[in-house]
């Protein structure tokens, strides 16, 4: 989206604010005058806080690396800017303050989602309006719409309070097929308030990929956000998922299957899922993350088709496979803040879909179930877009 921080400071709303913060990463580079907006606002005076969200400013630090000295950043030489890590080792930190909040006349967020309720940049934004509401404060919120690279497809059943944490936030589906702006008014919604939102569009230009720059260390290619929905819930294995590799959630292994096991999985999944993806066994090494250095027989999975492929359901099928043949899948555990709950029923989020897993209940009860769910999403989420274009031409 090349024209889209030029649309910004192009706006005559922001062109008055003066005391800004800013939550980014390095998505929020600018094309045409190639700088990133922070060093844009930086030059003009008017940032006085940058939040920096979970794998810092630049995707250098992998899932779960917390920040807590942003000392890092100093050479960035930004004079007068608080850089503020919204992922430490203290859980309090996934909000800002109250004294990070109460000076400001706005804030821009500009982030890249990928479309899934587990990328916690959802959560950061989420935490960072409850703080707006709990402590009553209404600085304009400029939002950039970057694109949602999943698209507008929806998959998943809504997490319940039961399973919610930092990635999961209560209501969310596991692919919602919103915008970051539409998220926001969601969570607007979700909240009982009423914020300064202002949305910042770009229909002119879209020769700028989504994901041309990473959003985070494990987001390579397009592929990835199409898939993500269902291969994150090898997180929650014994499995690795594919970090250490170029292609993490594409290619999925472990050194205690054997090639036969993993061929005969391949097989039986390849039946139903054909015509929309492929798994293709192979060995690999991952260089860190689970099983360094180590041999792992697995499988890559290459999507042949993204029209309608369900990753979710997808993914479901394939664990249950594994799980038939491997007794100790589950990665034991505390996860993740905010619930002491295990990786697998974090990500998973659902009593069904965890019992399915668990070769429980049949494929046609949760069919059934997501498609019922996925509707009722779809109508809300329409909603919700509308809310979103009334405020854009108000």
């Given at each position: 989206m090349k024209n889209l921080i030029r649309n910004l400071i192009q706006d005559s709303r922001f062109a008055q604010?003066?005391?800004?913060?800013?939550?980014?990463?390095?998505?929020?580079?600018?094309?045409?005058?190639?700088?990133?907006?922070?060093?844009?606002?930086?030059?003009?005076?008017?940032?006085?806080?940058?939040?920096?969200?979970?794998?810092?400013?630049?995707?250098?630090?992998?899932d779960q690396?917390?920040?807590?000295?942003?000392?890092?950043?100093?050479?960035?030489?930004?004079?007068?800017?608080?850089?503020?890590?919204?992922?430490?080792?203290?859980?309090?930190?996934?909000?800002?303050?109250?004294?990070?909040?109460?000076?400001?006349?706005a804030i821009v967020i500009d982030i890249q989602d990928v479309g899934c309720r587990y990328f916690t940049f959802t959560s950061t934004i989420f935490y960072l309006f409850e703080s707006l509401v709990k402590h009553n404060l209404s600085p304009y919120i400029f939002v950039l719409n970057r694109p949602n690279p999943a698209g507008r497809q929806v998959e998943g059943t809504p997490i319940s309070a039961k399973y919610a944490s930092f990635i999961g936030l209560e209501g969310?589906?596991?692919?919602?097929?919103?915008?970051?702006?539409?998220?926001?008014?969601?969570?607007?919604?979700?909240?009982?308030?009423?914020?300064?939102?202002?949305?910042?569009?770009?229909?002119?230009?879209?020769?700028?990929?989504?994901?041309?720059?990473?959003?985070?260390?494990?987001?390579?290619?397009?592929?990835?956000?199409?898939?993500?929905?269902?291969?994150?819930?090898?997180?929650?294995?014994?499995?690795?998922?594919?970090?250490?590799?170029?292609?993490?959630?594409?290619?999925?292994?472990?050194?205690?299957?054997?090639?036969?096991e993993i061929s005969h999985v391949c097989d039986k999944i390849n039946k139903d899922w054909?015509?929309?993806?492929?798994?293709?066994?192979?060995?690999f090494i991952p260089t860190f993350h689970k099983f360094t250095g180590e041999v792992c027989t697995g499988f890559q999975l290459h999507l042949l088709n993204d029209q309608n492929y369900h990753s979710l359901l997808h993914s479901l099928s394939i664990i249950r496979e594994l799980a038939q043949i491997k007794e100790d899948l589950w990665r034991k555990g505390k996860y993740e803040f905010g619930s002491e709950k295990t990786a697998i029923e974090l990500l998973v989020g659902d009593d069904d879909l965890l019992d399915f897993l668990y070769g429980k209940i049949s494929l046609q009860i949760i069919q059934e179930k997501l498609q019922e769910s996925e509707s009722q999403w779809i109508d809300l989420r329409d909603r919700i877009h509308l809310v979103k274009n009334k405020a854009l031409s108000s």
């Open positions: 604010m003066q005391q800004l913060s800013l939550l980014c990463n390095q998505v929020s580079f600018d094309f045409v005058s190639q700088q990133y907006l922070f060093r844009i606002l930086s030059e003009k005076k008017t940032l006085k806080r940058l939040f920096v969200p979970e794998h810092g400013l630049f995707g250098e630090l992998q690396e917390k920040l807590d000295e942003t000392n890092v950043y100093e050479s960035l030489d930004l004079q007068g800017v608080e850089v503020v890590s919204l992922y430490q080792h203290n859980e309090k930190s996934l909000a800002p303050e109250v004294a990070h909040l109460t000076d400001l006349d969310l589906p596991h692919r919602h097929g919103m915008s970051i702006a539409e998220l926001c008014f969601y969570f607007q919604e979700k909240l009982n308030s009423k914020l300064n939102i202002c949305v910042i569009e770009d229909y002119t230009d879209t020769t700028i990929n989504p994901v041309s720059i990473n959003p985070s260390p494990n987001i390579p290619n397009q592929i990835t956000p199409l898939i993500y929905a269902g291969q994150c819930l090898f997180e929650g294995t014994t499995l690795s998922e594919g970090r250490g590799t170029t292609r993490p959630f594409e290619i999925i292994g472990s050194p205690d299957f054997s090639w036969q054909s015509t929309k993806a492929v798994l293709r066994p192979l060995k």
